[in-house]
């Protein structure tokens, strides 16, 4: 997308021996631009690129990827999930606001629990 920022993580995946021998799984987050609105092009876009990753041999084709288009507009008919591969690979378009929420939902109850834990 133009105007975003990309960050990308992934675990290796290894053969019998341990040698690395590819990616097991690859996490790709797309910031998008506060004015811009995600839609079925930029969902299409997230998965020509896996395709071109796995052309260039730099993907298995079990490998798993997990696409996040963050932005603080979605098309409607876009929100949630795509999924090809047969669910390998997973292109979720998500609105800023509802990712923030959901962290601080889950750092909430984290510190209820931390909280109700006896000191040593």
Known sequence: MPDSNVCIYYLPKFDEEGSEI??????????????????????????????ELTKRGLLGRDSKVNYFLLGTEV???????????????VISALNYYMVIEKAKNRLLNLRDR???IPPF
């Not at 990616?23 to 690129?49: H, M, P, Y």
């Not at 098309?75 to 690979?89: A, L």
């Open 22 to 51: 590819g990616v097991d799984k690859l996490i790709v987050v797309e910031l998008a631009r506060s004015d811009f609105k995600i839609g079925n092009e930029q969902k299409s876009l997230a998965w020509r690129c896996v395709v």
């Open 75 to 89: 098309d409607p008919m876009e929100y949630g999930i795509r999924s090809e591969r047969n669910g390998n690979v």
């Open 114 to 116: 931390i909280r109700n």
